[in-house]
């Protein structure tokens, strides 16, 4: 059943290469669609090992009876596997106070000198709303958590106004490491290492949202943080566990 996906350009992350959520929730897909009865609401780790080329096609190739791999010739790029995500997150703020945040969010990402994000598919403020998803999520609180609104544009949608996985995947994936960027309050640069997910419930397109992250603790290069969706009733949609890494450059 091996075969290849493509990782269109617009679902970039840094400008030339593939977002890591939305790439890591494809890997995904690909992993359920494999297993007996492709249940969806299994969590599923994904682990990112180099960038993510755009435009052209990778290859999955079963590496174990468990794990399925993303190749670029001989190079992995990226292996999904079955875990377990127990983790509850936070609970939610208000829709109005994650309006709030993600305005603010996104108007100091706007502003950043020199912000290599401005296109990413997940968090570039530059993208439009029916061609990216600009969660750009700020502090509420003192404990750490950063939140967004979201409401998915129908041309992000499928059938019925149902977001594909991995559109939520995408959705999950910047806020983890912008809670860590607040923390760390340095403009360090980070990178998706591994995300591990799970979708609770339906996302439909035109349905206000509210997008959380936070960090949860710090193994020297390695950062972990949580992220969740959630409706606007405060009913959790989807989680996310993460591992966040400083490149060894910015590190030394």
Request: charged share 15%; with cysteine.
């Amino acid at each position: 059943m091996d075969s290849s996906l493509v990782i269109a350009h617009r679902f970039n992350g840094p400008a030339h290469s593939g977002n890591g959520g939305y790439a890591a929730g494809l890997l995904a897909r690909q992993w359920l669609a494999r297993r007996a009865g492709g249940a969806a609401q299994h969590a599923v780790e994904v682990s990112l090992r180099a960038p993510l080329p755009l435009g052209r096609p990778l290859q999955l190739q079963t590496c174990a009876p468990d794990d399925l791999a993303l190749m670029d010739g001989d190079l992995l790029l990226a292996q999904a596997r079955a875990a377990e995500l127990t983790d509850a997150p936070p609970p939610s703020p208000g829709l109005d106070e994650a309006a709030a945040a993600g305005a603010i969010g996104r108007l100091q990402s706007a502003r950043g000198i020199g912000n290599s994000y401005l296109t990413c598919f997940g968090c570039g403020v530059s993208r439009d709303a029916h061609d990216g998803l600009r969660i750009v999520p700020a502090p509420v609180g003192h404990d750490g958590v950063v939140a967004s609104d979201w409401t998915p544009h129908p041309a992000l949608a499928g059938a019925h106004g149902l977001v594909p996985d991995e559109i939520v995947w995408a959705a999950l994936d910047c806020p983890a490491g912008i809670a860590w960027n607040h923390r760390l309050g340095d403009g360090t640069p980070l990178v998706t290492g591994q995300m591990t997910v799970t979708i609770d419930g339906p996302v439909i397109a035109g349905q206000p949202l509210v997008v959380i992250g936070w960090p949860i603790r710090a193994d020297g290069r390695k950062l972990h943080a949580g992220s969740a969706l959630f409706d606007a009733t405060g009913r959790v949609l989807a989680r996310s566990r993460q591992l966040w890494i400083i490149p060894r450059a910015q590190a030394a």
